[in-house]
């Protein structure tokens, strides 16, 4: 059974620090996702990684895939209020299957 | 920018009674997926749907469960008999590809009473 592990759960930061989310996974799989939610509402793809090594970046965050390590982050560069909410990563194993989420990473960036 | 459209965004039934959740996936998308999320916790699989028919399903998918594509735009998924356990949040999602990302709609929040 594929798992995907997120850390942290929660995140309290204040605006201008810099993070780093990790999302660790524990089968082969050279696809991974990363979403935003904000509460109430949908999920917002942010990044696509499809290769190992694969950086992608837009804005205040950039997303890195590690495919030997079995692990992805996402860097938060001088956080501001805006970027508040829960991340989520997904690993698609391919074909029809079904992403599997980690549980998310909660963020509250204070002013 | 094409969507993925959800109706109804809320719905409130009585424990025990049938709901159909419908979907309008991306139109020149072929993958059709369903997931929930209890609140406050992390979306989990439901069923995959392709070429007319279930791809692949989650523990969670079982006998209460059924999807449908009744016609060229639709896809559903009915829950028979619910129960207090089925609130959630219900999200269709849909790709062009099995190995494109995955556009996902608005949700229905379904509540059970």
């Known amino acids: 059974e594929l798992k995907v592990e997120q850390n942290p759960l929660f995140l309290s930061m204040q605006e201008g620090k810099n993070y780093t989310i990790y999302c660790n996974y524990s089968t082969t799989s050279d696809r991974l996702y990363w979403y935003r939610q904000d509460p109430g509402k949908s999920l917002e793809s942010l990044f696509v990684l499809l290769s190992n090594g694969a950086v992608k970046q837009e804005g205040r965050l950039m997303a890195s895939l590690d495919t030997k390590a079995r692990l992805s982050t996402l860097h938060i560069t001088a956080a501001v209020h805006d970027l508040s909410a829960t991340y989520f990563c997904?690993?698609?194993?391919?074909?029809?299957?079904?992403?599997?989420f980690g549980k998310g990473t909660h963020l509250i960036i204070q002013p | 920018e094409p969507e993925v459209t959800q109706t109804p965004s809320h719905q409130v039934t009585q424990m025990g009674q049938e709901v159909i959740l419908r979907c309008v996936p991306i139109s020149n998308h072929l993958y059709f997926y369903w997931y929930r999320q209890i609140l406050g916790q992390k979306v989990e699989f439901l069923v995959s749907?392709?070429?007319?028919?279930?791809?692949?399903k989650s523990e969670i998918f079982d006998d209460q469960f059924s999807v449908e594509r009744p016609d060229g735009s639709n896809f559903t998924l009915k829950i028979r008999s619910t129960k207090l356990e089925d609130s959630a949040m219900y999200f269709c999602?849909?790709?062009?590809?099995?190995?494109?990302?995955?556009?996902f709609g608005d949700g229905t929040r379904l509540s059970i009473l």
């Open positions: 749907f392709y070429n007319n028919e279930i791809s692949e």
């Open positions: 997904a690993v698609d194993t391919g074909g029809a299957d079904g992403l599997t």
């Open positions: 999602a849909s790709s062009g590809t099995g190995n494109q990302p995955q556009h």
